[in-house]
């Protein structure tokens, strides 16, 4: 799997085997170049046009020229678009959660032509409330996640509770809705670090802290090494959750 969004590129591969112990090779990956130019951005609607983007030259496995676009909620709303190469394997994903500060609607969009992704993505929202209930809070070091948590009601596509842990362990760092592609695992590297892991439960209130308790509530804990779309995101949605 490879991203480039101009300024920096991340490359994954592997190989496999089959009988007991056979690992013991060294293992070298190569990233040819690719037929495909996409444009790069890192922005909003608004400065994410031409003649401000330029145009990269794709490589390894890359075949889709990405839009990412995020909408974050608050009363008011602001954007944030990131432009560049990636994979088939992450278009048209939405991500979605609710933290109680504030709600994040995220779209990837890809195109497979040179330099396509040169259009503007508005971001759809529903916010129509579907039943569930979470806890919710967005630990800033004030103890949001400690005595000041929240429940927040769950609207549109985030049928999931979450609870993001880090260390020392068991300490809660973020709780709220989310959606599904969410608890899946693509937004382990857009919001949480290597050192945090992502819980998913199902019924209301089950984001209650207690990690054996999601194990029966139709746990799903998001790996960060499974998934993989780069640090583009990190800086764009982490800069928005914490205004």
Do not use: H, W
Request: aromatic share 6%.
């Amino acid at each position: 799997m490879y991203v480039d969004r101009g300024i920096r590129k991340t490359y994954m591969s592997s190989s496999c085997c089959l009988t007991d112990n056979c690992n013991t090779g060294t293992y070298y990956s190569t990233v040819p170049v690719a037929a495909l130019n996409c444009l790069a951005c890192i922005g909003n609607n608004q400065s994410c046009t031409l003649p401000n983007m330029t145009s990269i030259r794709c490589a390894g496995v890359q075949d889709r020229c990405m839009t990412i676009t995020s909408l974050f909620v608050n009363g008011s709303s602001s954007n944030s678009v990131v432009k560049a190469c990636g994979t088939g394997n992450l278009c048209d994903r939405r991500l979605e959660y609710n933290t109680g500060k504030g709600r994040l609607y995220t779209d990837i969009t890809c195109c497979g032509k040179t330099n396509c992704n040169n259009n503007s993505i508005a971001v759809s929202v529903n916010e129509t409330l579907n039943g569930l209930q979470c806890y919710a809070c967005n630990e800033t070091g004030k103890g949001e996640c400690t005595n000041k948590i929240t429940k927040v009601q769950c609207t549109g596509n985030m049928t999931s509770c979450m609870d993001i842990q880090g260390f020392p362990r068991g300490t809660t760092l973020m709780r709220g809705c989310c959606s599904n592609n969410v608890c899946l695992g693509l937004s382990t590297s857009l919001f949480v670090l290597q050192s945090q892991k992502l819980y998913c439960c199902k019924g209301n209130l089950c984001n209650n802290g207690v990690v054996a308790s999601y194990f029966s509530s139709s746990l799903v804990t998001a790996e960060r090494n499974v998934y993989l779309l780069g640090m583009a995101l990190l800086v764009v949605i982490g800069r928005e959750m914490l205004l």
